[in-house]
């Protein structure tokens, strides 16, 4: 860089966190089969009545995930769009988010009140994260039947994720996993950002993660006041 | 040359092509591309046929012309509905990312979610490019993206896949060369209804990895 030039010409104005107005862009990422997609459908399910909302998913086969939650979150087609991912669901939340940008600004497009948005990755490996060009916070879901060595591993989702998930606790005693293991080991590699045990299964509403949930949107109303 | 083109024809540039096949993942389904010959037959049609009316447009859009009119024109070159519209998301991509990095009143001029060469001819012009760099581009990325693409799908070595473009190299830049208007004033227009048809039975599909 020439000793001339000011450092500030290099920063785009418009980086994560200027963002004015629009909905809470809510990102659920985490390893195939965690539960990705039921929890989207669960949080669609509590959360529908409070907010208005919409859901983007990523999967590799496009519609699976539509239709499934057209069929259990009772969402209307026209609040779930479907993007194609070339093989690579990873580069599209990450290092090139614009089919998913596409699908998010149609949906607020076509409905100005949007609250909130979730976009749902297709399932990756640990090493997936969403990039905050596309997402405001994001939540890694895994679950106990990968095993109680999964916190441990770490990897981004895992360690920088705003909200980590271990689902399907209701399995731990059939695949032998510790719940406590990985309640501590998420609580070394996180620090203070928060962990939720839960088992969809035993909990269709997702309490404790819609809980969370709201909490964001209360958060990003009072910094956009 | 400016170093603006290695940033435009990059793959990395997040402008949403790595997304889009180029028909190769119905040629693929169809069995027409199974290995590095049928690869390398795939890609130098389309890049003689999409790629030079690309390149085409690029160019003139670079060069000032009505970009309203050349958006016309990319229309009327592409009878494949589906086309059209990866086209236009392609478009649209590039514009959101070539606004930031090159930023110039010159991507006012273009119509919302333009044709994809409309765009790139743009990006070149406010990138400081000429319209032979951006027809350049637009050739290499005509064969660019779909090779790895076909890579993806067929889990081809990425060595055969990086040879196969790279010795398509002397096509692209004669593609790239013919790329002004001729003495009549008219752009180029090849056709390939393989290309079309493809596109068609694609879009269709419900179990595609690809937007086209």
């Known amino acids: 860089m020439p000793p001339d030039h000011d450092l500030d010409d290099y920063v785009d104005p418009y980086e994560h966190g200027h963002r004015h107005g629009g909905p809470l862009r809510v990102g659920l990422g985490g390893p195939v089969g965690s539960g990705k997609t039921a929890l989207a459908a669960a949080l669609c399910r509590t959360l529908g009545t409070e907010y208005d909302l919409a859901v983007v998913t990523n999967d590799i086969y496009t519609t699976e995930d539509a239709d499934f939650l057209r069929r259990n979150a009772i969402l209307p087609d026209d609040r779930i769009e479907a993007v194609q991912t070339g093989c690579c669901p990873h580069t599209a939340i990450r290092d090139d988010i614009t089919a998913n940008l596409d699908a998010v600004e149609l949906l607020e497009a076509r409905h100005p009140g949007l609250e909130l948005v979730f976009v749902e990755s297709g399932g990756d490996n640990l090493t997936a994260s969403f990039s905050y060009g596309l997402v405001d916070v994001q939540v890694f879901v895994v679950d106990v039947a990968g095993g109680d060595k999964v916190p441990r591993k770490g990897g981004p989702g895992v360690t920088a994720s705003d909200l980590l998930v271990v689902n399907k606790t209701d399995l731990a005693p059939l695949v032998g996993a510790d719940l406590d293991v990985m309640r501590r080991d998420s609580a070394t590699v996180r620090g203070e950002k928060p962990t939720l045990l839960i088992s969809l299964r035993e909990d269709p509403a997702a309490t404790e993660v819609a809980e969370w949930v709201r909490a964001q949107v209360r958060a990003r109303r009072l910094q956009q006041a | ?212």
């Open chain 2, 1 to 212: 040359m400016s170093s603006a083109l290695l940033t435009l024809a990059d793959s990395r540039l997040p402008a949403g092509g790595h997304a889009h096949s180029g028909g190769v993942e119905q040629a693929v389904a169809a069995g027409l591309v199974h290995d590095p010959g049928s690869l390398a037959a795939f890609l130098l049609r389309r890049l003689t046929t999409s790629g030079a009316v690309a390149a085409g447009l690029a160019s003139a859009a670079c060069q000032g012309d009505d970009l309203a009119r050349l958006d016309a024109e990319a229309d009327a070159r592409t009878p494949s509905p589906a086309l059209r519209a990866a086209s236009r998301q392609q478009g649209r991509g590039l514009v959101r990312v070539g606004r930031r990095a090159w930023p110039s009143p010159l991507w006012d001029a273009l119509p919302a979610a333009p044709h994809h060469p409309v765009a790139l001819g743009v990006a070149a012009a406010a990138g400081g490019l000429t319209p032979r760099d951006a027809a350049a581009a637009a050739a290499y990325l005509s064969v660019s993206g779909p090779a790895t693409a076909a890579q993806r799908l067929l889990a081809m070595d990425p060595l055969t896949v990086a040879a196969v473009t790279a010795r398509l190299a002397p096509d692209i830049d004669a593609v790239a060369g013919n790329s002004t208007r001729s003495a009549d004033g008219s752009l180029p227009a090849d056709t390939d209804p393989l290309l079309d048809l493809l596109a068609e039975v694609h879009s269709a599909r419900k179990d595609r990895f690809f937007a086209s």
